[in-house]
């Protein structure tokens, strides 16, 4: 049988504690003009940048604010560490409700983006695609753990 390449049940917490202040800030950031007050400059290398009124540039050392980057990057790292951390008793059953959340939240992240693709224009697309970059993430932590937790429930009942 394919064995899934999970992390040690240890990195769970630690993706907790990276997940939860990164969405909270990303979400202030996105409904605010936090992002101006916290700006983080730093020269960083860029493969490719184009500036909007700017110049273009390949393979070079640009000056940037990365506040969004870094609280994108520390998202991930701990969406990705709570989504694919072994659970403390990994089965069968999980490995399967595993599999089915994240084909799930695909569908769901796609039957969204198709009908983005259809109702939004202008800058409002530009923003739901930057948004959708996390939504698969999102979508299936949230049904993984929720379902979970009523099965958890469920037997809990039973004894």
């Known amino acids: 049988m394919f064995k899934q390449i999970l992390l040690p049940n240890s990195f769970k917490l630690i993706g907790w504690i990276l997940l939860i202040p990164s969405a909270l800030l990303g979400f202030l950031l996105m ?7 916290l700006a983080i400059k ?13 110049d273009k540039s390949h393979f070079g050392i640009i000056s940037t604010d990365i506040t969004n980057t870094l609280v994108g990057v520390v998202f991930i790292l701990g969406a990705m560490m ?5 659970e403390k008793q990994e089965d069968e059953y999980i490995a399967n409700l595993r599999l089915s959340s994240l084909m799930w939240a695909v ?23 930057i948004y959708n970059m996390f939504t698969v993430l ?20 039973e004894k």
């Open 31 to 37: 409904l605010s003009d936090l992002e101006s007050k």
């Open 42 to 54: 730093s020269k960083v290398f860029a493969l490719y940048n184009d500036e909007i009124l700017g």
């Open 82 to 86: 709570v989504g694919f951390s072994k």
């Open 107 to 129: 569908w769901v992240n796609y039957v969204l983006l198709f009908l983005s693709f259809i109702f939004i224009y202008g800058m409002g697309f530009f923003h739901v695609m």
């Open 138 to 157: 999102i979508i299936f932590i949230g049904r993984f753990n929720v379902i979970l937790l009523k099965n958890k429930m469920i037997s809990t009942d």
